[in-house]
């Protein structure tokens, strides 16, 4: 393979335009002829109009990617030699890898792929899933011989949404191709729109391996950090104070307890997990941590009852403000967040809860959880007020006028650290 020749020759198609796609298509298409494809019509006539839900891709970049453009219509794959799938790959309510996008776009790309193309998986799975569930499905719809008459490759997401620092070409590439050659060509695409650089691995397995490694690793350290903070709540020693001790030592990881929640650190672990009780191991590091993470919604709850009844406020038929429902500060993204747990637990405790989140879509709230945040809080209409994410109004508010809107007697709980020290009745 000529490498020179082949990038020159890439047609780029991303199939998926969410937190991942769309900012790689902008990317690509700076440089590459590239389409955007995704089976969202209104998101496609979003884009079209310069406009991104996401709030990831500002109108301007758009324009300046040149080569790009968008669609939902199949026929307009076909032209593509170079397909990158970022869909997402979440869990199902048994914590089990839900394949299902993935799955759908392999039998769309059956349809469009031709000898010689290349097909570039980024979604997050567990080592092998791409060569063992998504290859086949290509085969079998195309009628083509994989790693004879089309390719495979995989260069796992590393997109942080609502971070304006790391974007996705300041953040090193991991990348890996079905072939050498390919694993070679795959490579040096990536390498020509990531400014920051590529790491090139000797099988897609271990691209894999690598990607679902990295948020396993992050949920573990969390797990452990929230498990202190409940240790330390026990012992009446403030958690943060302890970690700002510790973080003297160079090589103190600097964790903060926490929900954990998202698309990513929330999941992955379990597509890891997944794939260790397939071969026969039982994962009990990952999975103790996993248990730790998806119950500290009830532990805030419950903390904040507690809290309640010691100021000698009446929690049931109490009304509590959250503010923050989206998974992380400063994004609009709402998918698999933990504060629904907050909010399930105390409905059981008969609180009304009250969901304030400058950032979150009303209509994709109401269509995931039944939940419609409120236009704005009351003012002295809550008897307890939890700071669940750090979005960075709610930093600029400060503690007088976040207090403003409790009854006179309130507990406000700090759940981000958002506040000084003293300033909030409890903190995580």
Same mark, same amino acid.
């Given at each position: 393979m000529d490498i020179t020749t082949s990038l020159k020759e890439s047609r780029v198609a991303i199939i998926g335009l969410g937190y991942v796609g769309l900012p790689l298509a902008v990317e690509f298409g700076k440089q590459y002829p590239t389409l955007g494809f995704d089976i969202n019509v209104k998101r496609i006539a979003q884009l079209n109009d310069s406009v991104d839900t996401t709030r990831e891709v500002e109108p301007e970049q758009l324009r300046l990617a040149k080569q790009l453009t968008f669609s939902c219509e199949l026929e307009q794959l076909r032209d593509s030699n170079v397909y990158i799938v970022t869909v997402p790959t979440p869990i199902d309510n048994q914590h089990c890898p839900n394949l299902e996008p993935l799955i759908r776009a392999s039998q769309t790309l059956g349809q469009v792929v031709k000898r010689g193309d290349v097909v570039i998986y980024e979604s997050t799975v567990y080592p092998g899933a791409t060569e063992e569930e998504c290859i086949p499905i290509i085969e079998h719809v195309s009628g083509l011989t994989y790693n004879v008459d089309f390719f495979a490759g995989y260069s796992p997401e590393r997109i942080n949404p609502g971070d304006r620092e790391h974007r996705v070409n300041s953040i090193r590439k991991v990348t890996s191709g079905s072939t050498p050659e390919i694993a070679a060509f795959v490579?040096?695409?990536?390498?020509?729109?990531?400014?920051?650089?590529?790491?090139?691995?000797?099988?897609?397995?271990?691209?894999?391996?690598?990607?679902?490694?990295?948020?396993?690793?992050?949920?573990?350290?969390?797990?452990?950090?929230?498990?202190?903070?409940?240790?330390?709540?026990?012992?009446?020693?403030?958690?943060?104070?302890?970690?700002?001790?510790?973080?003297?030592?160079?090589?103190?990881?600097?964790?903060?307890?926490?929900?954990?929640?998202?698309?990513?650190?929330?999941?992955?672990?379990?597509?890891?997990?997944?794939?260790?009780?397939?071969?026969?191991?039982?994962?009990?590091?990952?999975?103790?941590?996993?248990?730790?993470?998806?119950?500290?919604?009830?532990?805030?709850?419950?903390?904040?009852?507690?809290?309640?009844?010691?100021?000698?406020? *009446?929690?049931?038929?109490?009304?509590?403000?959250?503010?923050?429902?989206?998974?992380?500060?400063?994004? &609009?993204?709402?998918?698999?967040?933990?504060?629904?747990?907050?909010?399930?637990?105390?409905?059981?405790?008969?609180?009304?809860?009250?969901?304030?989140?400058? *950032?979150?879509?009303?209509?994709?709230?109401?269509?995931?959880?039944?939940?419609?945040?409120?236009?704005? &809080?009351?003012?002295?209409?809550?008897?307890?007020?939890?700071?669940?994410?750090?979005?960075?109004?709610?930093?600029?508010?400060?503690?007088?006028?976040?207090?403003?809107?409790?009854?006179?007697?309130?507990?406000?709980?700090?759940?981000?650290?958002?506040?000084?020290?003293?300033?909030?009745?409890?903190?995580?």
């Open positions: 490579d040096a695409l990536y390498s020509s729109i990531i400014t920051a650089g590529t790491f090139s691995t000797s099988s897609i397995r271990v691209a894999e391996a690598a990607k679902v490694i990295e948020n396993t690793q992050r949920d573990v350290n969390i797990a452990l950090i929230n498990e202190l903070a409940m240790i330390f709540n026990r012992l009446d020693i403030d958690t943060e104070e302890v970690l700002q001790a510790a973080g003297t030592k160079w090589n103190f990881l600097p964790f903060r307890p926490g929900l954990v929640g998202g698309h990513c650190i929330g999941v992955d672990p379990y597509y890891l997990t997944h794939k260790a009780q397939q071969v026969g191991y039982h994962p009990e590091v990952i999975l103790s941590g996993r248990r730790i993470n998806d119950g500290m919604g009830a532990y805030v709850a419950g903390q904040l009852v507690k809290q309640m009844i010691k100021q000698r406020i *009446h929690a049931q038929g109490s009304r509590v403000l959250v503010l923050g429902l989206t998974f992380k500060e400063n994004c &609009p993204d709402l998918r698999n967040t933990r504060v629904i747990d907050i909010i399930h637990e105390l409905a059981d405790f008969n609180v009304c809860v009250d969901v304030y989140d400058p *950032h979150a879509d009303i209509d994709e709230a109401v269509r995931r959880y039944g939940i419609r945040p409120v236009d704005a &809080p009351e003012e002295c209409a809550y008897d307890a007020m939890i700071l669940a994410v750090a979005h960075r109004e709610f930093h600029d508010l400060g503690t007088a006028r976040i207090r403003s809107w409790g009854k006179p007697q309130h507990v406000l709980y700090d759940l981000k650290y958002m506040l000084s020290n003293g300033d909030a009745d409890l903190r995580l």
